[in-house]
């Protein structure tokens, strides 16, 4: 059984920072990308940040030079440093990862979300 556990989301004010964890456990063969989607309310799902093994990152234009995201493949871990955070950055925030157990094919795990809001 695989879980991704996130830590880190709370209520901060505008211009204030964050920092989201998600640690993957069980029994894992390889983790290929990895990273965060948001949902706010009453919208769709977005990818906010992503990160392949080899360290490629992606961002939405919405968060590019606010959000960092980086991994620890030794802790199978990835985490999002929010800075400069925006009232629209309001979102439930769900991690995934790619990744396969036992050497099968890779699919796709969530985690079951942490909650970020930011006040004005």
């Known amino acids: 059984q695989v879980q991704l556990v996130e830590s880190g989301g709370g209520l901060v004010q505008a211009g204030g920072s964050l920092r989201l964890s998600c640690a993957a456990s069980?029994?894992?063969?390889?983790?290929?990308?990895m990273g965060w989607y948001r949902q706010a309310p009453g919208k769709q799902r977005e990818l906010a940040a992503g990160?392949?093994?080899?360290?490629?990152?992606s961002y939405a234009d919405s968060v590019k030079a606010r959000f960092t995201i980086s991994r620890d493949n030794a802790r199978n871990t990835v985490y999002l440093q929010m800075n400069s955070l925006k009232p629209e950055d309001t979102a439930d925030y769900y991690c995934?990862?790619?990744?396969?157990?036992?050497?099968?094919?890779?699919?796709?795990?969530w985690g079951q979300g942490t909650q970020v809001t930011v006040s004005s």
């Open positions: 995934y990862a790619l990744m396969s157990q036992y050497s099968r094919n890779p699919q796709y795990y």
């Open positions: 069980g029994t894992i063969f390889s983790i290929n990308t």
């Open positions: 990160i392949t093994s080899g360290g490629t990152t």
